[in-house]
């Protein structure tokens, strides 16, 4: 979590290996120009993550905040919004199902089922 002062904002950062994310290529994908299958970038991935981030302007949706991407270095930072409840659901591998991240809370109630789906679908929306 980063805090800037002059906004008194929290934001959260992403930080990535160029060197790494070009390099990693466990999955094939097909060439929409050829049509052939060729190594997945994740550099490539995540640059266009960055492209789509920057048009989307929504309080239903992460904002990209800025790109630190310097010549000379290997990182790529992201700053993004800083999501203060974390996730919403975790997984839990002996009873193989989903439970909500919030304390002292075995499952979600319906009128908070109801909030999420609300704003599930209007960064959907949003998005389309």
């Not at 904002?9 to 290996?17: G, I, L, Q, R, T």
């Not at 049509?35 to 266009?48: A, F, Q, S, T, V």
């Not at 919004?81 to 989903?98: H, P």
């Not at 304390?103 to 319906?110: G, H, L």
Request: glycine fraction near 2%; aromatic fraction near 8%.
């Amino acid at each position: 979590m980063v805090h800037v002062n002059e906004t008194h904002e929290d934001f959260a950062m992403k930080v990535y290996s160029k060197q790494i994310m070009a390099s990693k290529h466990d999955t094939l994908v097909k060439d929409p120009a050829t049509g052939k299958l060729k190594p997945k970038n994740y550099l490539e991935d995540i640059k266009r993550e960055i492209e789509i981030m920057k048009k989307l302007n929504s309080t239903s949706v992460v904002r990209l905040q800025e790109v630190i991407d310097a010549e000379n270095d290997d990182k790529l930072i992201l700053v993004i919004d800083f999501c203060a409840k974390g996730e919403v659901l975790n997984w839990d591998e002996n009873l193989n199902r989903f439970y909500p991240c919030l304390e002292m809370q075995d499952q979600f109630e319906e009128a908070q089922i109801r909030k999420f789906m609300r704003d599930l679908i209007e960064g959907l929306d949003h998005l389309h």
